[in-house]
């Protein structure tokens, strides 16, 4: 993790990584960075958390609990992502709990 970290990110990375905590928009560094491991790090949470936020949207087919899990999920989405974009600003590669460990296995 400290590689990540140790040279801080140009201006132009940091603008296509912030990508990566915007729902869909997490495909372009996904897909176009991977030769960079910290925009990469970023694109994996962010398709992560993208992926919660579909399958929460699948949820809402369950009757009277469907609305109230994907309020929830949503809320935890948005929060996740929040920290993720204070993170790349600040240029750091932040662990989100349990959003790392499902990331690392892509």
Same mark, same amino acid.
């Given at each position: 993790?400290? @590689? ?6 140009? *201006?132009? #990375?940091?603008?296509?990584? %912030? %990508?990566? /905590?915007?729902?869909? *928009? ?11 491991? /910290?925009?990469?790090?970023?694109? $994996? @949470?962010?398709? #992560?958390?993208?992926?919660? @936020?579909?399958?929460?949207?699948? #949820? ?6 469907? @609305? %109230? #899990? ?18 790349? *600003?600040?240029?750091?590669?932040? $662990?989100?709990?349990?959003? /790392?460990? *499902?990331? $690392?296995?892509?």
């Amino acid at each position: 993790m400290s @590689q990540l970290v140790a040279a801080r990110p140009s *201006l132009g #990375v940091k603008a296509l990584t %912030l %990508l990566s /905590y915007i729902s869909s *928009l997490c495909l372009i560094p996904l897909i176009f960075m991977r030769d960079n491991p /910290y925009a990469y790090f970023h694109a $994996r @949470q962010g398709f #992560v958390l993208f992926i919660i @936020q579909v399958v929460g949207a699948f #949820v809402t087919i369950i009757p009277a609990v469907g @609305q %109230l #899990v994907y309020g929830v999920v949503l809320w935890l989405v948005i929060l996740f992502s929040l920290a993720g974009v204070v993170a790349v *600003l600040f240029g750091r590669a932040w $662990r989100l709990p349990l959003v /790392y460990d *499902l990331a $690392r296995r892509i």
